[in-house]
């Protein structure tokens, strides 16, 4: 069974960085993407980042241009690097790996962004 780690979550204030990692138990490359999610209370779960099996990245809009998603290969990780944090980045990350219709879920890691 593939597992999924997410660690890094926590308390920030707006406008500081925090850096999200995600160990999976197999090597990456045999997943066609690994993304980030988030769950706020009342919304549905939203893809935050991807990055597929070839280092293509994509983001979703309300990231983009702040946070960056990046992967070191050698000890199956990938990182969510979070920058100019904001009070409705607040939620639940968490962590899927995706080999054709199946999905890996991780545990999830809460990170509050206060003003």
């Known amino acids: 069974q593939v597992q999924l780690v997410e660690s890094g979550g926590g308390l920030v204030q707006v406008g500081e960085s925090l850096s999200l990692s995600c160990v999976v138990s197999?090597?990456?490359?045999?997943?066609?993407?690994v993304a980030w999610f988030r769950q706020t209370p009342g919304k549905e779960r939203e893809l935050v980042a991807r990055?597929?099996?070839?280092?293509?990245?994509d983001y979703g809009d309300s990231v983009k241009g702040r946070f960056t998603i990046s992967r070191d290969n050698g000890q199956n990780t990938v990182y969510l690097h979070m920058n100019s944090l904001k009070p409705d980045d607040t939620g639940i990350y968490y962590c899927?790996?995706?080999?054709?219709?199946?999905?890996?879920w991780g545990q999830g890691t809460q990170v509050t962004v206060s003003s």
């Open positions: 990055i597929n099996v070839g280092g293509v990245t």
């Open positions: 899927r790996a995706r080999i054709l219709s199946r999905a890996f």
């Open positions: 197999e090597n990456i490359f045999n997943f066609n993407d």
